[in-house]
């Protein structure tokens, strides 16, 4: 026998639902989305790989969307996840006797619309050790230590560590750049 | 901004001012993302997705026939020419999306090729891609033409002469839809003769001169741009001491077109190429220049804010005699003030006489030019 059910319950609930998931993600994601391609690029990626990568994670945030209890880190380190696989990928990529790709516009554009205080900020941390550079970008990101720390699965004092370093070292590398 | 990331990183630097001073860069980094990246357009990529790395057909076209154009010059197929995720991401590029479609096959062509960053005499700065820059310009002058007056002064500079005196005169031009206003002094800084066409395709001019005036309606329209419109720029400035009267005999490109339109013009035929910044005006531009087989040599400065030009440069002829020319560009508001700049006024006492007559004595004197 089958139940047929009727009513506000059945049918247009899910609907419902769904688009009130969709008017919440969007919400987050314009307000996320440029600010993760920035995190990106602050560990070291460019341009057109950080945006290829907010776009991996933001696809994932989509689809599992209703179990996610904090997107903001979620998309962070989901981020990060996609970023070293994307780069180990690459290199698992045999050489072909093709041209290489074309530029996509990512970066060309944002050669054009960076100032210069972004891209020498973007260079002192590029030339930061890995584990650093990811602390300072959660830090620009406006996260706290203890959060960060249960990120990257290290200890609070493990990030003021790190944080503390990095900071010196972006002093050594400007004083450095500015001298040639 | 030099100096105070110096202050913030150099040694003894508080840590506080280092965290400032990254701060203020990673803002600059949004502020840049957020004239390039199209939320909205990669937002409905991500809804209209099955899959990861799924192009988005919807808005990625625009960008991916310009892919699609590369791939195809580089004998390869579309699909090689940059991963699924790339196309999706050029799709979601603001300006891209919105000027792909008027590429010209040079301009695509310019992208392939870029830039050297910096050249002797330019301030350095980023390696800028020629062809992004002229999409920037050619969308910021089709945006500017219907709510701008472009303002120009032309210096015009003649090879020094014998005694080691070069003569410059100046114009000054207002640029407005179909309207125009050229207004020329000699090189004593004497008003030499005013011209212009109204919205209703008036003519105008006055000649200084003879102290005339003449009027001829239907006359006055903007200068036609050859099919294609890949005229040199030279086709938006007035020619030293010649009227822009087209009439018989006299080069239609003399006729001061819309400056827009014409600087629309040779930038989307791909004619120019982006080879560094320079300072203009105090304003860190970015500079333009015509390519070297370029019959006429031409410069534009654009501005980094708004794309729009600021100042164009035109000399003459590798190997030929010739006068420099170099307009300085200012963009004004359509205020009542400032489209009074567009009418010719007739002064006091002058004669009106026959379009001919009014034109001769400017003709002659264009004639005895250098």
Redesign the interface.
Known sequence: MVTVMVGPEAGPLPAVSSRLT?VEF?EF??AE???L??FV??IGAD??QA??VA??T???A?EGWDVIRTPRAWIRRVAVNELTAARKAARREAPQA??P??????S???????????????A??QALPPRQRQV?AWI?DGFGATEIARELGVSPESVRQNY?RA?KN??????RS?KR | ??R???D????G?S?QA??A??????A??????????D??A??G???A?TG??VPCAATGQA?AAA?GQ??AA?G?PES????A??R???G??L??AAVAAVLTAGAVVL??V?MPGSRPGGTG?????AA??VK?VDSALDAAGPVAIAQMTITTSSAATAGGHSLATTAREWSYGDQWRAVTYSAAGQLVYDEGSSSASVYTVVSYLARTWARQPRLGGPAALAPGGCAPLVAALPLPFQPGLPVPGVAASSLPATVARALRAAVSCGALTATGRQRVDGIEA?ELTSRQDSVIPETIWVS?GTYLPLRVVIDPAPGQPGPRQTADITWLPPTAQNLSKLAVPIPAGFRQVPLAQAVRPLMRRSESQP
Not at chain 1, 101 to 106: G, I, N, S, W, Y
Not at chain 2, 125 to 129: I, K, L, R, T
Request: contains cysteine; glycine residues 10%.
């Open positions: 969709d969007a994601f314009r989305h440029k600010k391609i920035r690029m602050a341009g057109d945006a290829e776009q991996a933001f696809f994932k989509f093709t041209l790709d074309a530029p996509v516009p990512v060309t554009a944002l050669a054009v619309e960076l100032t210069e205080e972004a891209r020498q900020v973007l002192a941390l300072m620009i503390a900071r972006l002093g050594r590398f400007y004083g500015t | 901004m030099i105070r990331l110096r913030a990183f150099g040694g630097a840590g280092a965290d001073a990254v701060g203020h860069g990673m600059d980094v949004l502020a840049a993302l957020d004239n390039v990246i939320d909205d990669a937002l990529c991500i809804y997705g990861k790395n960008a892919a590369e791939s580089a390869r090689a020419a940059a991963p995720g790339a999706w991401l050029a979601s590029l300006p891209v992208a392939a870029g700065g980023p390696a800028v891609n992004y820059v920037r970015i980094p």
